[in-house]
């Protein structure tokens, strides 16, 4: 094999492994879902550990890391979001209306809850 050739055929293989690696990031399932959605008190007052849910508000703060405040029209909470999940190219602020969609934490003995976000989306108006 000839120089160029090799280097072409590298330059191939990368921009494949680019391409599937972007179209793994923009798919999501975005029908219908048996987690309803709920409000933040309606989470914290009845959700328990483990329960997977449904939110619809604002994240208002990122308080470092992973670690931000969701909040609806009733409530505010801690999230847990990886940087993954936030849609590529979208810029998403206190005031861009989201839909998120988790598994409760509920720490029983301290009383801590957190949503610990797998899904989120820009909401509906």
Partial sequence: ???TYTKT?????????????????FAQYAGPSSVPAMTVKQLLDTGKDDRH??????????DGG???????DIGRMKVEIDAKHF???????????VEISGKFDKDLVGNKAELD????????K
């Fill in 1 to 3: 094999m000839t120089h």
């Fill in 9 to 25: 055929l590298k330059k191939t293989a990368l921009a494949l492994g680019i391409s599937l690696a972007m179209s793994a990031a």
């Fill in 53 to 62: 849910a449904t939110l619809r508000g604002f994240i208002v703060s990122h």
């Fill in 66 to 72: 992973e670690h931000y405040t969701f909040a609806d």
């Fill in 87 to 97: 849609p590529p190219g979208v810029k998403i602020d206190d005031k861009v209306r």
């Fill in 117 to 124: 976000v797998k899904r989120l989306s820009i909401a509906a």
